[in-house]
Nanobody, 118 residues
């Protein structure tokens, strides 16, 4: 199994930056893909960004391209999301997500609130 713990959320003004981090524990070796999703009030959960654990290939939602950067540190079993030029529409609960090839399932973090407001 895999456990995920997120950190780094909070309140920021429009145009500001935040960095989210997610630490994975458990069957780390089985993780193939790491990523971040978000869910705003009244909306469905949506993909923000993903990264392939082995080769670092990334994928971003169009709404965050050029503003967000996903990275991973395999030595520390972490995946990070650097969020710049934040907008009010980025306000959501952000969830860390990994996919395990051993258990053929995804795991989710508990979620962390990001609020962009003046």
């Amino acid at each position: 199994q895999v456990q995920l713990v997120e950190s780094g959320g909070g309140l920021v003004q429009p145009g500001g930056s935040l960095r989210l981090s997610c630490v994975a524990s458990g069957s780390i070796f089985s993780i193939a893909v790491m990523g971040w999703y978000r869910q705003a009030p009244g909306k469905q959960r949506e993909l923000v960004a993903t990264i392939i654990r082995n080769d670092g290939r990334t994928n971003y939602a169009d709404s965050v391209k050029g503003r967000f950067n996903i990275s991973r540190d395999n030595a520390k079993n972490t995946v990070n999301l650097q969020m710049n030029s934040l907008k009010p529409e980025d306000t959501a609960v952000y969830y860390c997500n990994v996919y395990s090839t051993l258990y053929t399932r995804a795991y989710w973090g508990q979620g962390i609130q990001v609020t962009v407001s003046s």
